[in-house]
């Protein structure tokens, strides 16, 4: 299984950034997928949840309406458009998944909100 995130960088506050998730090694059409991120000194945590289908996903309250998660189970990939953001974002974004042989984590894609 391999998670390849992309689409991280500098942006000033208020702007947008959408965040890539290739993924491989499994069949991404039947798990569902999250990205979690974690700023220095704090732990790691879920941003945002989306279901195998991509018909349910799902916030946490620090994200909602800014932040939205999708999918592209033709090409294996999921994505976080996140918009107005906010210093408190800046963090090293990660995608997860849970299969039927492990728990996978990307390497992650730094994400700095600050101008």
Same mark, same amino acid.
């Given at each position: /299984?391999?998670?390849?995130?992309?689409?991280?960088?500098?942006?000033?506050?208020?702007?947008?950034l959408?965040?890539?998730?290739?993924?491989s090694?499994?069949?991404?059409?039947l798990?569902?997928?999250?990205?979690?991120r974690?700023?220095?000194?704090?732990?790691?945590?879920?941003?945002?949840?989306?279901?195998?289908?991509?018909?349910?996903?799902?916030?946490?309250?620090? /994200?909602?309406?800014?932040?939205?998660?999708?999918?592209?189970?033709?090409?294996?990939?999921?994505?976080l458009?996140?918009?107005?953001?906010k210093?408190?974002?800046?963090?090293?974004?990660?995608?997860?998944?849970?299969?039927?042989?492990?728990?996978?984590?990307?390497?992650?894609?730094?994400?700095?909100?600050?101008?």
């Amino acid at each position: /299984v391999q998670l390849v995130e992309s689409g991280g960088g500098l942006v000033q506050p208020g702007g947008t950034l959408r965040l890539s998730c290739a993924a491989s090694g499994f069949t991404f059409r039947l798990y569902a997928m999250t990205w979690h991120r974690q700023a220095p000194g704090k732990e790691r945590e879920l941003v945002a949840s989306i279901t195998a289908s991509g018909a349910s996903n799902s916030y946490a309250d620090s /994200v909602k309406g800014r932040f939205t998660i999708s999918r592209d189970n033709a090409k294996n990939s999921v994505h976080l458009q996140m918009s107005s953001l906010k210093p408190e974002d800046t963090a090293v974004y990660y995608c997860h998944v849970v299969t039927h042989t492990g728990v996978y984590w990307g390497r992650g894609t730094q994400v700095t909100v600050s101008s």
